[in-house]
């Protein structure tokens, strides 16, 4: 009965380390992500902007050789 008593406090010691570097993990997981849909929808509304910006530009560029 000792030795059991004795040997569940660092199994649980174990599992809370476990688990928080499990949660530690989970947590800079979901921000990479975050990070990376964040860069990506600022580069397609980049890209976005950019594409209806160069129409009009090429229109007048047409217009102004013709």
Do not use: C, Q, Y
Not at 4 to 16: H, K, T
Not at 32 to 37: D, E, M, P, R, Y
């Amino acid at each position: 009965m000792s030795i059991i008593v004795s040997r569940r406090p660092s199994i649980v010691a174990s599992d809370s380390r476990h688990l928080e570097r499990v949660r530690n993990v989970a947590i800079s997981s979901v921000l990479i992500l975050i990070a990376f849909g964040v860069a990506f929808t600022s580069l397609g509304l980049w890209s976005l902007t950019i594409l209806f910006l160069t129409k009009p530009i090429d229109r007048l560029v047409k217009r102004a050789t013709e």
